[in-house]
T-cell receptor, first 113, second 118 residues
Framework: DTAVSQTPKYLVTQMGNDKSIKCEQN?????MYWYKQDSKKFLKIMFS???????INETVPNRFSPKSPDKAHLNLHINSLELGDSAVYFC????????????FGQGTRLTVV | SQELEQSPQSLIVQEGKNLTINCTSS?????LYWYKQKYGEGLIFLMM?????EEKSHEKITAKLDEKKQQSSLHITASQPSHAGIYLC??????????????????FGQGTILTVHP
């Protein structure tokens, strides 16, 4: 039973394309997150949703649009992909205000060529 | 913004050896968290430190928090190949994390890559 699952695991696409990454959690958590890990391994918060409402929106280009259809899902849509978007994107979930103890998905390695 | 600097960036040890990883913050630490990441996987939460002088252990891994020095250390005793991976420290920039609360604006160190040779 996968707690936090992301699809796809790998994504290779050309510049200018639009792509989505899906995330689902079966832990009953009410808060979900998207993190970006760049090539230097720095991990940064992008977005956080609590009960389908956006609560954290860091300085991220508006080409990135998260969508939470329900508490168990948080998808990430990226428009007009750029080379600099290449990174590993992690979805995570936790109980509200317990972000430090979040469960992470295995990551989606996005490569923009 | 708060930054976390980890040292060393990579570490190669022989099985059975002890090792220490340090994490230093550029600002006051209200709480410090340690994680382990295996290649191709997400982070696994190891432990949370919230008070100066606090020390916690999980199996053979011990972490301490020195609030005055704005620093935390992770110590592994008698390392094993299963300890290999990337260790990251994290902190919540949202403020005091009383009672284990963390709001989500986590910042992380760049990670320490640990290799343990059998």
């Amino acid at each position: 039973d996968t707690a936090v699952s992301q699809t796809p695991k790998y994504l290779v696409t050309q510049m200018g394309n639009d792509k989505s990454i899906k995330c689902e959690q079966n832990l009953g958590h009410d808060t979900m997150y998207w993190y970006k890990q760049d090539s230097k391994k720095f991990l940064k918060i992008m977005f956080s949703y609590n009960n389908k409402e956006l609560i954290i929106n860091e300085t991220v280009p508006n080409r990135f649009s998260p969508k939470s259809p329900d508490k168990a899902h948080l998808n990430l849509h990226i428009n007009s992909l750029e080379l600099g978007d290449s990174a590993v994107y992690f979805c995570a979930s936790s109980h509200y205000r317990r972000a430090a103890e979040a469960f992470f998905g295995q990551g989606t390695r996005l490569t923009v060529v | 913004s708060q930054e976390l600097e980890q040292s060393p960036q990579s570490l190669i040890v022989q099985e059975g050896k002890n090792l220490t990883i340090n994490c230093t913050s550029s600002k006051t630490l209200y709480g410090l968290y340690w994680y382990k990441q295996k290649y191709g996987e997400g982070l696994i939460f190891l432990m949370m430190l919230q008070k100066g002088g606090e020390e916690k252990s999980h199996e053979k891994i011990t972490a301490k928090l020195d609030e005055k020095k704005q620093q935390s250390s992770l110590h592994i005793t008698a390392s094993q190949p299963s300890h290999a991976g990337i260790y990251l420290c994290g902190a919540d920039t949202g403020g005091p994390s009383a009672g284990g609360t963390s709001y989500g604006k986590l910042t992380f160190g760049q990670g320490t890559i640990l290799t343990v040779h059998p």
